[in-house]
């Protein structure tokens, strides 16, 4: 089993729609969790960054953690064309060295 | 702020060459760089992590000797793929960790390779 799983899509939904990504992971020690953004051949950029459970707004963008049932999940609200990517998710454990496990990406298009 | 560099973006090699890959963190100081490795619909796999005047750190499966990495100074890192070989051609990635701030990486643009 791999330690972050997460559905690759791809994922079409209409311009405004609310989008739901979400991660799983088998690693209890994972204890930092992050979304990232990938255009197509570009690098990564870091859209969320959240510790422990709990949940986190930025914008457009709400991150959640449930620790206890070992998922995560990023929502976009009002999404926008321009949020067509491929959305990956990333965690580590405290003591990895900084080291990030990504889960394979989903592939989100929003349509207008 | 938080930027980081790949050159070249794109390279194209003969079988038997080698390459290198450099990665610069351009506002800011960076102990620890990361390379991934990328291939079409896979997630990002870490290759290994390199430390300001020290070994990389390797992870299992890496050819130590194939994908040799230096971190000379404290905004530079280098990837070079020895003697290269089709099965080589990806899209390396790297990272920086802002040393002088919080936990966060900041990803490169990449560099995809073709190796013919």
């Known amino acids: 089993q791999k330690e972050v799983e997460q559905d690759p899509g791809p994922l079409s939904v209409p311009e405004g729609a609310i989008v739901s990504l979400n991660c799983t992971y088998s690693n209890s020690a994972f204890q930092y969790f992050m979304w990232y953004r990938q255009y197509s051949r570009k690098g990564p950029e870091l859209l969320m960054y959240t510790y422990s459970s709990g949940n986190k707004e930025d914008g457009r963008f709400t991150a959640q953690v449930d620790k206890s049932s070992k998922y995560i999940s990023l929502f976009i609200r009002d999404s926008q064309p321009s949020d067509s990517a491929t959305y990956l998710c990333?965690?580590?454990?405290?003591?990895?060295?900084?080291?990030?496990?990504f889960g394979k990406g989903t592939s989100l298009l929003v349509t207008p | 702020g938080a930027v980081v560099s790949q050159h070249p973006s794109r390279v194209i090699c003969k079988s038997g060459t080698s390459v290198k890959i450099e990665c610069r963190s351009l506002d800011f100081q960076a102990t620890t760089m990361f390379w991934y490795r990328q291939f079409p619909k896979k997630s990002l796999m870490l290759m290994a992590t390199?430390?300001?005047?020290?070994?990389?750190?390797?992870e299992q499966g890496v050819e130590k000797d194939k994908f040799l990495i230096n971190h000379a100074s404290l905004t530079l890192s280098t990837l070079t793929v020895t003697s290269a070989h089709p099965e080589d051609s990806s899209f390396y990635i790297c990272?920086?960790?802002?040393?002088?701030?919080?936990?966060?990486?900041?990803f490169g643009p990449g560099t995809r390779l073709t190796v013919t």
């Open positions: 990333a965690m580590r454990r405290s003591n990895s060295g900084y080291a990030l496990n």
């Open positions: 390199s430390n300001e005047g020290s070994k990389a750190t390797y």
């Open positions: 990272s920086a960790r802002d040393t002088g701030g919080g936990d966060e990486q900041y």
